[in-house]
Structure formats: structure tokens, C-alpha cells
């Protein structure tokens, strides 16, 4: 397998081994260890000395279901952390059947030309962009890059958000129909893309072969067994599927814990109306698809195709977090009008939660009210133009509530808080304040056992065993992010032995390794020690593992909850 | 003496006397003491949590030369960290006539009123201030208030910026002429003011006395000698009274260290058209003062009256830090443009470090060009606006250069970086990384031994030597700040032995004590460290007393240096 740095200073490529000490990695495993060994923690996030790293799972370019993920890594703009952004799409799979396991970007162009990177079985090109391609969205970027390098190849690009170098700048990558609608959404990475000039990759796999297998007919089995674990579970097997993430709306709502109106309450009265149920009831009537595969071999679909009230396409990977975001947060109970935000977002190229939290702010701050869908859309014309106005909400959450004078900034680590309220779900209040990551509901999802009842089940609104709940989660994600598979496999993992062991049976079986579920618990906190590492020397301290005062001031109704775990207990997640 | 504390939340006033533990505290040991005991380091800054602290030093209100200055403490909107922002002005005096050797502001009070405090011999008390001071800037808001308390009074205010709560507001301190043209600039305590909601702060020193001396006639030769050292040296007996702080221009110059065009380089090629001996020029011939006192009794007359070209009165305490940051730092060599610029900012209430770095940074990412001075004019009305471009600028440096995605942003810890370029002058260099007020070259300003030959002399293009003449200065600086005497004493200081001796006398009798230099270097200590504390708890490390890391990859010319002071080295600042 091979290791790829494009240094864009001297516009050269460099291809070679995978270096030793990261034989072993892939996905979040690679790029956590990458930016940590060679990234100055405290250099600027868009200056020459940031790196940017792509890197397929360790069983990506296999047959195993859902291993299509794709790990990002960085100095994020954003949050100054180091940063693993984790994206759907076809970019993995290709890239790992060409034989990439890490692609670098590495320094910065002089002059104002963007570049065009080309991946294909012969190598790795550098092209200066054509002109008429700046300045353009994700979605005409990629009709016009497909013109050009034919219809199937994959397109990793950046829209205005990240050309502007915007904190909240997205890296979009093409789904299984050419749509720019998976993204490394989270930590500005777009704009350390847009930083390095370059426009878009383009992975092209055509004559190359899925990797060869140490044991094929072990992988098979594995293979097959994994499937069976994923399709069992009534969430990744029937829900995901059914309504998408958006199966979600209700079921916060029910628990009190639906973020509504820039996390003033936790039930938001016409939750119904943006729900999963009702996409799907929309979706069905209007055509589109209510299930789709965000990358080959997906076998959840928990994706969609969202048409528009003519029955015209409008927006693909319609996500629970962005419904939420724009929705109950900002009291917008119109999912036509959220698809259209949506839209934005990939188009431009902005991370949907960020987008949709900062839209939150700016409601608090009274740029517009709550509830003024039309003021959404007119802000995101800001954003995409790039006026004072939309850079600065292009920049995201903290940015808007200091430059506003707001007090109630929904964010940790400079990152803006997903869609489960931490007083009333907990488990994922304590994942918010102490992964590396910044607020980031999947690097530790406790929604499982706190509302799931998946994995075991601790109450919600409690603050015993959220810590350990949240710490455990926080180890097998990162586990799962170095393989590529998606991190919705878990649900299975959670509440069916077979399915870890499967997974560890796939890698033995790829690799011709002997590994135990236990070698994976080590990689987890590996991965985690090496992303703490880096941002200790960024100068990041438990100061910054703690949540916004006012979510320990402010009761959440319904349930009258403040968040209460003990930041002595807090302090002690992630130190190995 | 009386602590006062005044509850914006119940509109309640508590007079007391001054806590056991800060009996001896004055200034800036007072205002650092109290803010590291009583405000969560991890609050915000705008929020009910913080606290604002208003002391006059151990030595004002008696008849020690200069000895006029005002602390303002609080966690800082613009750093996050611990702030002592020292003006000038009157109020000092007058409080310590009054009796108060601090005054706190507490939480927030329910509502959209704004406040007055009004502080005079019968107490203080809280008035909900008139509608139509609403919205005004700082000479406005004097020229109403003094109409109604009386043409004497002091007044401490906000202008717009601080409504606003922008992140670089500044606390205006009327001067002798009842000016607000001394301020609290630094880190945006006048956002703090303004999330409190008080618009001003009115003090009345009618019917008080000078404060009582336990040796009067100790006092008195302790006074007299000290007033000989100040009087006797070249810089605080000289330069400063004929040009002003401004006679700096030349002289960095000269030396290579005047930040020109966002610190592109260390000379300014019309500099002599802004320095202060064409300013002191302009002032004989268009009438105005060339030296002005900003508080009674201080002997060096730094400040000035500066009229506009008709002879009509424009500003006052135009200082070299304005001059230069609005000026080279912008390629601005017309000085009455600068002149309103400061204007602006005395009236508005926005720090003028902050805000001419800002434009700097802005000038850099090409909202307007370097040299516009119409154009940073237009900046400001947007600023007075609140626009959204404008409540952008007014939160300063750092924000401005991540919202528009600029890689050379002089700032350390969210602070823009003073007058003097730290690879040129690396002492000051070292000050910015290392003191905890983020870049502030008041803290240990090393330009004496660097540049003007005081207190020895240190090459100021080598690395050696500097983290000690830095960690001295500002363990002397804390101490002389506590004393409210003007840093400018330190000139003396540093080159007459008899002038610590006087300072050491004059507190010695004023209080009974029997206190050598050593108490005040371990004053000093004590100041920093407690300053230090907080911002530990605040989450601040070593990673945050660096400079941006273009000092240490661009040569600056014309020297060709770059900053190479060993990070191992300034590690070991302030750790007593």
C-alpha cells in the first residue's frame, strides 16, 4: 500500500510506502497519528505548516458491508484542535483499491491559481483549475468535473465556503449518484483545502480490483456474519433504513431532549412536522428514494433522496442533525425549507450542524428571529457571496455569539453542540466536553444506552455512569473510525457479541493477522492518547473538557435538568 | 478604606470595609487578587459570572507625583484571560479621596435599562439612566452628564462599543478637562461594563480631602526626591513633556522596529510626517497644547491637546501606540487622519492598539487597502453602527483575521500585538508571549534597555539576555502598578537608585510601614502569580506564550531578524 504527500509549495508528488510506524493504520488511526507526528500544534490552522490528510479504513476497498468511510485529518481552523472529520461517499473505497492507505496535502502554492489533484491507477497529478470552475458551488463543480473526467469518477471538493477559508468550510464528496451530499462536515477542513488552493480531487479506480485478501473464504464468512449482526438490529436494520436519521426527531422530542430554540428547551411543540415519519410519508409521495447508500456496499441506506413539492430533486443525505439543526433549533417547523438549507450547505459547502447552530445564535443575537426561514436563506446568499455578514456566520457559532456579544453559545472547544441536549441526555454531554474533537455527538454516542436502550441503559437524566458510558463509546468509535466502517455498525456491536468479532475475524482475515476484540479496545485508546497528545501541546487543558456555564445554570424543560457530572469525574475521560 | 459592591442583578449597593486579605492592595495587586478569588476562570466574560473591579493605586490620592492611575479589572472579553487594563485620567484620585479602594460591579440586572452609578461623599448609589444617553458616544455622554452632576465630576463611561459588547470596548476616563481621552483599552473591559449594563459611572469628590498621611513630613521629602528623579531624566523629564509619547516614531524607526503595513517590515518610509516632533509642530502652530497633565499632579505631561487644521479642538492624549498603529502599521502617514481615527476611538470607546491593528489585519485580507485613511474612516461609522461588518472590526484583531482567513494576524492570546515589532526588539518580544495580559508591551517594557539605553543596554536583535530583562520588568511593572503611579516612572527608576527609594518612603509614610525594595519586588511576584493562577484555571499554557509563527519564519527588514528567543527560555517566565 502506498502513502501519497502532494507538497503544493513546489507543486510535486511524492509516492511511496506507507511508513512503518503506520503499517498497522487506516481511517482515524492514520490521520490522528499523521497530524500528531508532524503537525506543530500550534501553528496556524491555514498557514503552510498544517497538513491536511485523506484516509480510507482498513477495510475499505473490500467487500465488507458499510466500510466505506473516509477519514480527514488536520489542525482544524475551527476548533484549533486536531481534527478526524469523518465522511460518507465513494471517496474510500477507490481510494483504497488504488492502493492509498494515507494521500497528504502538504504546504501552500504561491500565486492565486486553485489546483485540481487527479488520482488514478497511474499516479497523482497536479492540475492548475480551470478558472471558470472558482468561484462555483459543490454541486456545478462536480457536473463540470464529471464532463471533464467522465461520469464515474469520485469528486472531493470545496464549494465558496472553503475558497473563503471559512471555519466552518466543509469537504464534500461525491455519493453513489455523483451528489456532493456526504462531507467531512465538522472543524473547518474545507478551509485548509481551500487554504492549499486546491479545488477538488478526483478519484478515479477505473482498472483497478478490490484488495487481495490473506484468506478469502475467512472473510467471506466474517463477512456474511457481519451483515447478519447489522440487519438484525432494529436500528441499523429497519429504522436507518425506514425514516433515516431523522427517526431521531421524534424520539428526542419524546425524551425531553430535542434542543428547541438555541437550547432554551427540549421539546419542541410541531416536532412532528420536520420528524422522520413525515419526510418519509413526503418522500414516497413525491418520488425520490427513502433509502440510499451514501458508497457501494452499504447495506444500512440510511441516506435518502429528498425531492421538492414538484417532485424535482433537491437535496440528498437529509440528516437528522441538520433537520434538528435548522429545525427545532432555530423553530422552523418546514422541512421543504430545511431540504432547501440543506442544499445550501452541501452546495456551498458549509457543515450542516455548525451552519444550523450558528443560525441559532444569529436568531439569540436578533440578525433574525427565530423561526424566519426566509432570513435562513437569505443569510446563506451572505455566506455563499461572502459579504461581512456571511463570512462571519461562515466562520461559525463562537465566532457569531463574541462579535454579537451573545452569552448563551451553544459550543465546546469552539465547536457547535449537536442535537441531544447535555442535560437530558447526559452520556453525550460528557462526549461533548472531553473528546478531542470538540462537541461532537459521534466521537462517543451515549444517545444509545441513554435513549436507545441500545447497549445496556442508564437514565438519561442522571449524571451516574455517564462517564464510563461515555468513555467506553469513546474508545470503539475511534477503534471503528481507523476500519472504514460506519460508525451506525455499532448498533449492532453494542447488543450482539458476534458483530465485534466479526469485524475483528474481517481484519484478521484481510490482513493475515491474529487479532482479539481486545487489540481493538488498545487501538481505540491509541488513537484517542495520540489526538489528546496533540492537543495538549496545542495548549489545550481541562478548562476546555467543560460545557457552556449556562447548560449548569439553566434548567431544561421538560424535565427541569441541569447538567450535573462532576467535572472531577469529567477529568479523568481520556487519560490512559 | 471601603470596598464597595454594587449588585446589578437586585440593584443593590454593600459598603464595607476593604477585605482582611487585600488590606495592603491597591491598583492592580487589588484588582488581580480579587478577580482570581472571586471569578470562575471558565465563566463568560459577558455573563452574569464575571465581575468588574474598579481600584486606585496604594499612592493616589495623595500628593505623590503622578500617582493618578486607575486599574480596571475582570476576565477579559478579548483574551479570555485575567485583565488589568491601567488608564489615566481622574477618577483614581478621586475614588481614593472618597475612601473606596475598590469597586466591584456584580451580575447582570433583568431588563433593557441601562445604568448610571453615581459615587460621591454621602455613598453610591444605582439610577436607571435617561433614554437619550442611549446609543451616544463618550463625549456626548460627558457633555450630558456633566450638565447634570456638575461640570467637576468625573466620569467613567461606555460609548457605543461597549453597548455593543464588542470584544475591544474600551472604559472611558474623563481627564482633567473632562475628556474622555483616557481609557481602559485593553481586552474589552467596556464590553464587561456594558453587559452589565451601565453606561456610566459618575464620581464626585466634592467635600473630601487628600488622604491622611500617618508621616506627613516623611511623605513630603519622600515626594520631593521623587519628583527630582522623574523631573531629572531625559525621557519622563523631557521627551515625553515636548513630544509626547510620540517622540517614539523617530526613534523605532531609527532602530528598525516600527511595525510597518501589518508588521511587513520595520521601517516606515514617511515616517517623519507622524512623529512627535511633527506633531508637537502642527500643535504651536494651530494652537492646542504640546503637553497636557491627563491627572492632577502628575509632573511629566505625556498627554497633549491636538487641534484639527482650523484650530479647533480634535483630540487629545494622541499617543505614539495610536500614531503607530493607525499610522506605518497601515501605511497612513497623514497625522490628522490619525488624529480623527483616535477621535473615533476615544468616542466610540474601542481600544486604539486594538482597533489599528485590526485594520491592519483588515488592510491584509483586502477590505480595503493599505493607506486608505477615508476608508478606515468609513470602517469606523460602520463600528459606531454596529453593522455587522463594523460589530466584526470591534472585536478586534483575531477575530477579523479568522473571519477573513489571514495567516499573519499579530496577536498573542486573541490580544494585537503593540508598537514595536518583537523580532527587532526582542525584549518586548518576549513580553507579548510570556505576560498574562496577552501582547501588551506595558507589562515589561523592555524597550528601555533595548532601544533608549535605560537601565542598561540589551541588543535588541539578539536573543540574549532578553527573558530576563522581560521577567524583571514585569515584576516591577505589577508593583508600580499597584502603587497607581504611571509606568512612565519607571524611566527614572530604572536609571536612579533614589527614585524606588522615594517610591518605597512616600508608601512607608502615607501608611506606617516600614516596607525595602525587596517587599516591592515580592509585591510584584505575588501579583503575577496570582494573575498567573487564574489563567492556569482558565486553560492557558505554555502553548499560549508564543508569538504568531510568522515572527519566526519572516525575516523583517531591515535587519533581516527573525524572532529566536528559545520557547524553553520563555518557559520559564512568571513560574516563581
Redesign the interface.
Same mark, same amino acid.
Given at each position: 500500500m502506498k502513502f501519497v504527500r502532494v507538497n503544493m509549495s513546489i507543486l510535486d508528488v511524492n509516492i511511496g510506502d506507507v511508513p512503518q510506524a503506520y503499517q498497522a493504520f487506516g481511517g482515524r488511526a492514520m490521520t490522528s497519528s499523521f497530524i500528531n507526528d508532524e503537525v506543530?500544534?500550534?501553528?496556524?490552522p !491555514? @498557514?503552510k505548516?498544517n497538513k491536511l490528510i485523506f484516509a480510507p479504513g482498513l477495510l475499505s476497498g473490500t467487500r465488507a458491508p458499510s466500510s466505506g468511510r473516509l477519514s480527514v485529518g488536520g489542525l482544524a481552523?475551527l476548533t484549533k484542535t486536531i481534527k478526524e472529520s469523518n465522511a460518507g461517499g465513494t471517496a474510500a473505497q477507490k481510494l483504497a483499491k488504488l492502493g492509498i492507505r494515507g494521500l497528504v496535502i502538504e504546504d501552500i502554492p504561491a500565486g492565486d491559481d486553485f489546483y485540481v489533484i487527479v488520482v488514478n491507477k497511474d499516479g497523482v497529478k497536479i492540475e492548475v483549475a480551470d478558472k471558470e470552475l472558482i468561484g462555483l458551488g459543490n454541486y456545478e463543480v462536480g457536473d463540470k468535473l464529471r464532463a471533464k473526467y467522465g461520469e464515474k469518477v469520485t469528486i472531493v471538493s470545496i464549494g465558496q465556503a472553503g475558497e &473563503?477559508?471559512?471555519?466552518a468550510a466543509s469537504i464534500a464528496v461525491s455519493d453513489t449518484e455523483g451528489r456532493p451530499a456526504r462531507h467531512a462536515g465538522r472543524g473547518g477542513l474545507g478551509?485548509v483545502m @481551500?487554504?492549499k488552493k486546491i479545488k477538488a480531487m478526483i478519484i478515479d479506480d477505473a482498472g483497478t480490483e478490490e484488495l487481495p485478501l490473506a484468506d478469502p473464504e475467512a472473510f467471506k464468512t466474517a463477512s456474511k456474519k457481519f451483515s447478519k449482526a447489522i440487519l438484525e438490529h432494529p436500528v441499523s436494520g429497519e429504522a436507518l433504513r425506514n425514516y433515516g436519521t431523522a427517526v431521531l426527531v421524534n424520539i428526542l422530542n419524546e425524551a425531553g431532549g430535542l434542543p428547541t430554540r438555541n437550547f432554551a428547551t427540549g421539546r419542541y411543540d410541531t416536532a412532528q412536522k420536520i420528524s422522520g415519519e413525515t419526510m418519509t410519508d413526503l418522500i414516497k409521495e413525491r418520488g425520490g428514494k427513502v433509502s440510499h447508500a451514501c458508497h457501494p456496499g452499504c447495506i444500512m441506506g440510511c441516506s435518502q433522496i429528498f425531492n421538492n413539492a414538484k417532485g424535482e430533486y433537491l437535496t440528498a443525505g437529509f440528516e437528522y442533525e441538520t433537520i434538528w439543526a435548522f429545525g427545532s433549533n432555530c423553530e422552523i417547523d418546514d422541512l421543504d425549507a430545511i431540504a432547501e438549507m440543506d442544499r445550501y450547505c452541501d452546495d456551498i459547502g458549509v457543515d450542516t450542524i455548525e451552519m444550523g447552530v450558528t443560525m441559532g445564535v444569529a436568531m439569540e443575537a436578533n440578525?433574525i428571529p427565530f423561526g424566519d426561514k426566509e432570513g435562513v436563506l437569505r443569510l446563506f446568499e451572505d455566506i455563499k457571496q461572502g459579504?461581512? !455578514?456571511g463570512?462571519?456566520l461562515g466562520?461559525g457559532t463562537e465566532?457569531v455569539g463574541?462579535?454579537?456579544?451573545v452569552?448563551r453559545?451553544p459550543t465546546v472547544k469552539r465547536q457547535g453542540i449537536p442535537a441531544y441536549d447535555p442535560r437530558a441526555v447526559k452520556g453525550v454531554g460528557v462526549t461533548y466536553a472531553t473528546t478531542p474533537m470538540g462537541a461532537d455527538h459521534t466521537a462517543g454516542y451515549s444517545v444509545t444506552a441513554n435513549i436507545l436502550k441500545v447497549g445496556g441503559e442508564i437514565d438519561p437524566l442522571k449524571a451516574d455512569n455517564q462517564v464510563k458510558l461515555s468513555q467506553d463509546l469513546q474508545i470503539a468509535t475511534a477503534a471503528v473510525d481507523a476500519t472504514g466502517l460506519c460508525l451506525f455498525v455499532a448498533f449492532a456491536v453494542l447488543d450482539n457479541a458476534s458483530a465485534l468479532e466479526a469485524i475483528v475475524e474481517m481484519l484478521n482475515a484481510q490482513y493475515g493477522l491474529s487479532l482479539t476484540g481486545d487489540d481493538v479496545t488498545e487501538l481505540g485508546k491509541a488513537i484517542l492518547t495520540a489526538e489528546k497528545a496533540f492537543n495538549?501541546?496545542?495548549? &489545550?487543558?481541562?478548562?476546555?473538557d467543560?460545557l457552556?456555564? &449556562?447548560f449548569q445554570e439553566e434548567e431544561l424543560l421538560p424535565h427541569g435538568v441541569k447538567f450535573d457530572v462532576s467535572e472531577e469525574e469529567m477529568d479523568t475521560v481520556n487519560r490512559f
Open positions: 506543530k500544534a500550534t501553528a496556524h !491555514l @498557514g505548516n481552523p &473563503f477559508r471559512m471555519s478551509a @481551500g487554504s440578525i459579504t461581512p !455578514l463570512r462571519l466562520c465566532v463574541q462579535v454579537y456579544g452569552t453559545v495538549d501541546r496545542a495548549g &489545550f487543558t481541562k478548562a476546555h467543560r457552556p456555564e &449556562f
